[in-house]
């Protein structure tokens, strides 16, 4: 199978996104990061509010926000 090839096979990819989407065990969790249907902390990056802040720039930019 192709999936295989190139990444996990799709029922196992969506596992996760539909066990948040329908378990009773996750009803009151929100603002978390979650791999494989358990809470982890997401990368460095994704906590460096300056480098949010130039995202944020760049996108009002490319949008023409400003």
Avoid: C, H
């Amino acid at each position: 199978m192709i999936f295989k090839l190139m990444g996990k096979d799709p029922k196992i990819g969506a596992e996760t996104s539909i066990y948040l989407a329908s378990s009773p065990d996750v009803g009151n969790i929100s603002g978390e990061y979650f791999v494989k249907k358990k809470i982890k902390r997401s990368s460095k990056e994704s906590y460096d509010m300056d480098l949010a802040k130039q995202l944020w720039d760049v996108s009002k930019k490319y949008l023409k926000l400003d």
